[in-house]
C-alpha cells in the first residue's frame, strides 16, 4: 500500500494570512504513462463527505475558488490556501489514485487563529 | 451534475452482513473510465477506502486487502446503481460508510451512512 502522510496534524492560521499543508507519499506519484501526478486534494467539513477541491495534484476543481491551490511533483506536495476565510474552516486530507488500494493522508486540521 | 443517493440500515448485528446501495443519477454506472467505490471513515481509521467496480469492456472490482474475503461490490446496471456487502461484521466495522466516483479523483459523494454493528 501507498502510505500517505500529512503535516502538520493541526494548523491555525488568523484569517487573510497563508496556510500550508504539506502531504508526501511513500512512491513516485508521477506517471509514465500520462505525465500527471496522481493526487488528489480534499475538503471535510463536519458532517458533510470530502469535497474534492484539487485533481492532478494541481488543477483546481470547477467552482472551487482560485485562492487554493496545489503543487508538488513525485512523492512531495503542497496544497496552499492563500488568503484564508472563515469558511476554509475544515480538515484536509490529500489522497493517491496511482494504484489500489487508493489511500489517503491521515487530514490536516485548519483553524482560525 | 452527478448525484449519489445512499440507502440502507444504520443499525447490524455482529457476524451479519452489512448491505447498503447507491443510486446513481446524472451518470452511468457502466461509463468507461469512471470507477465506483465504497469508502468509510472512523475516528481509528480515518478515510479507508474498501473497494471500487468498474466497466471497461467487461466489469472489473478491487477490493482493499484489509476486508478482502468478506466484501462484494455489485453494479446494476438496470437500476443504475452499484452496491456494499461486508459479511461477518464486527464491532470494528462501525463507521459511516461513503460511495464515491472516481474519475480518477472523487467529484461526487453519497451523504453518508453512519452504521453501526451492535
Known amino acids: 500500500d501507498i502510505v500517505m502522510t500529512q503535516s502538520p496534524d493541526s494548523l491555525a492560521v488568523s484569517l487573510g494570512e497563508r496556510a500550508t499543508i504539506h502531504c508526501k507519499s511513500g512512491?513516485?506519484?508521477?506517471?509514465?504513462?500520462?505525465?500527471?501526478?496522481?493526487l488528489g486534494w480534499y475538503q471535510q467539513k463536519p458532517g458533510q463527505p470530502p469535497k474534492l477541491l484539487i485533481n492532478w495534484a494541481s488543477a483546481r476543481e470547477p467552482g472551487v475558488p482560485d485562492r487554493f491551490s496545489g503543487s508538488g511533483s513525485g512523492t512531495d506536495f503542497t496544497l496552499t490556501i492563500s488568503e484564508l476565510q472563515a469558511e476554509d474552516v475544515a480538515v484536509y486530507y490529500c489522497?493517491?489514485?496511482?494504484?489500489?488500494?487508493?489511500?489517503f493522508g491521515q487530514g490536516t486540521k485548519l483553524e482560525i487563529k | 451534475q452527478v448525484h449519489l443517493q445512499q440507502s440502507g440500515p444504520g443499525l447490524v448485528k455482529p457476524s451479519q452482513t452489512l448491505s447498503l446501495t447507491c443510486a446513481i443519477s446524472?451518470?452511468?454506472?457502466?461509463?468507461?473510465?469512471?470507477?465506483w467505490n465504497w469508502i468509510r471513515q472512523s475516528p481509528s481509521r480515518g478515510l479507508e477506502w474498501l473497494g471500487r467496480?468498474?466497466?471497461?469492456?467487461?466489469?472489473?472490482?478491487n477490493y482493499a486487502p484489509s476486508v478482502r474475503g468478506r466484501i462484494t461490490i455489485n453494479p446494476d446496471t438496470s437500476k443504475n446503481q452499484f452496491s456494499l456487502q461486508l459479511n461477518s461484521v464486527t464491532p470494528d466495522d462501525t463507521a459511516v460508510y461513503y460511495c464515491?466516483?472516481?474519475?480518477?479523483?472523487?467529484?461526487?459523494w453519497g451523504q453518508g451512512t453512519t452504521v453501526s454493528v451492535s
Open positions: 512512491q513516485n506519484l508521477l506517471s509514465s504513462f500520462n505525465n500527471k501526478n496522481h
Open positions: 446524472g451518470d452511468s454506472v457502466s461509463a468507461n473510465n469512471i470507477a
Open positions: 489522497q493517491q489514485y496511482d494504484g489500489v488500494p487508493y489511500t
Open positions: 464515491s466516483r472516481a474519475a480518477p479523483g472523487m467529484d461526487a
Open positions: 467496480a468498474y466497466f471497461s469492456s467487461r466489469w472489473y472490482t
